[in-house]
């Protein structure tokens, strides 16, 4: 429980900062190095705004949950973009673990911006 709301007061937070130009589209996987460990991430940019950042994170998160509780989710505005690009780590599923590597995507790509 500790981990999830740890994850979303980070999504949260992160939804005030710029967004970053780099997005991983669906079939588009980014491999990237963070301190000395390779990372890949697959789609990711569910709103299809053309960024990947904590917004995606978010969105995701909302969705796990509420699948989570089972609740109905089909009146969810991003339910196929979710589904299209949300499960970044190819697992079959989605969840809180795909909102972890967007947000550890987009430190990344956000150090690199800083």
């Known amino acids: 429980m500790k981990k999830f709301i740890s994850v979303l007061a980070a999504a949260a937070l992160g939804m005030c900062a710029v967004p970053m130009t780099v997005s991983a589209t669906e079939g588009e996987v980014i ?3 963070y301190y000395g460990r390779e990372y ?13 950042d904590a917004r ?14 089972d609740l109905d ?10 589904k299209k690009y949300g499960d970044v780590d190819e ?17 990344y790509v956000a150090g690199l911006e800083a």
Request: some cysteine; hydrophobic content about 30%; proline content about 0%.
């Open 73 to 82: 989710v089909s009146t969810n505005k991003y339910l196929e973009s979710i």
């Open 56 to 69: 995606d994170a978010t969105i995701i998160l909302d969705y796990y949950a509420d699948i989570s509780c």
């Open 91 to 107: 697992d079959g599923k989605i969840s809180g673990i795909d909102a972890t590597e967007i947000l550890c995507y987009y430190t």
């Open 40 to 52: 890949s991430i697959k789609g990711g940019d569910v709103n299809e705004d053309g960024y990947t």
């Open 31 to 33: 491999t990237y190095v």
